[in-house]
């Protein structure tokens, strides 16, 4: 089965626009969950302009075997973010966020400061020697590390020399492919990457970009996928349809796939 994690910094977006606390992260994870969701996303990045470290404890409070009742305690929490961030601040550094969330997962995504959203994988070759003792202290506090890589990354297997257990999978290409009626290529890069991740015994997961429209054909494609990790179009949908309904469409959308 393919779990969906939902991600909700967008919720804190709208919330921080007004500088109040409403709408609730916490809430609407709370709802997401309610209506089958087998995972909650967040990431925080240094400046906080979306999801702050409180937002990341609150969750982290109410998931995982740590929480108040078993429906959370079975729900993952994963955070995505730059492991290289130094401390800022409030902000503790990723790495120790992670520890005081009590993450399920780490998801090591390369994106700076300047970037509006997460835009490309690492480079694996490049990026290993830094990447390595991050990756064993992770594990060490008993979290699963994913490594953020491009589709048609042409050297995917270092992930697990790396020592990470999964990848997660950029799909915003193949996304922006997909609007435009086009997207054969762009999916046949996601595949090949995922069948060579999975042939050195990493897991799949995927995320950027995904929707309803585009999930279905990428789900048949990878059958095997791990994970997928969704926010902006799900809340996008959600402002719609209501947050409960948006999360069943994608659970169907999974299981049907």
Same mark, same amino acid.
């Given at each position: ?9 967008k ?5 921080n ?12 994870a =709370? +709802?997401?969950i309610?209506a089958?969701?087998?995972g909650?996303? *967040?990431?925080?990045?240094? %400046?906080?302009?979306?999801? !702050? $470290? ?9 998931l ?5 009742d ?12 730059n ?31 300047a970037?509006?959203t ?8 490049q990026d290993?020697a ?12 008993g979290? =699963? +590390?994913?490594l ?7 050297? *995917?297997?270092?992930?697990? %020399?790396i020592?990470?257990? !999964? $990848?997660?999978?950029y ?18 890069d996601?595949?090949?990457?995922a ?13 950027h970009?995904?929707?309803?429209r585009?999930?279905?054909?990428l ?6 996928l ?5 926010g ?26």
């Open positions: 089965m393919t779990a969906l994690s939902v991600n909700i910094n919720i804190a977006v709208l919330r626009s007004r500088g109040h606390a409403e709408p609730d992260p916490v809430i609407a =709370r +709802v997401a309610s089958g969701c087998q909650i996303t *967040v990431h925080p990045r240094p %400046d906080q302009r979306h999801i !702050r $470290v409180d937002d990341v404890l609150r969750v982290g409070a109410v995982g075997p740590h929480g108040p078993a429906v959370t305690a079975a729900i993952e929490y994963n955070l995505e973010g492991p290289f961030a130094p401390a800022r601040g409030s902000y503790p550094g990723f790495i120790e966020l992670v520890r005081s969330a009590r993450a399920a997962q780490a998801t090591l995504v390369p994106d700076g400061d970037q509006i997460s835009d490309h994988g690492f480079d694996l070759a290993a830094r990447l390595i003792p991050l990756v064993r202290e992770l594990k060490a506090i979290c =699963r +590390v994913s953020f890589v491009d589709a048609g990354c042409a050297d *995917v297997e270092r992930a697990a %020399d020592g990470a257990d !999964r $990848v997660e999978i799909t915003g290409p193949y996304a922006s492919a997909f609007s435009r009626g086009d997207h054969g290529s762009a999916l046949a996601c595949v090949r990457t069948e060579r991740a999975s042939a050195a015994g990493l897991g799949v997961n995927a995320g970009d995904l929707s309803q585009n999930l279905g054909a789900k048949r494609a990878i059958p095997f791990a994970e997928v990790s969704i902006h179009a799900l809340i996008g949908e959600a402002l719609y349809d209501g947050l409960v309904p948006t999360v069943r469409a994608y659970l169907a959308i999974l299981a049907a796939a």
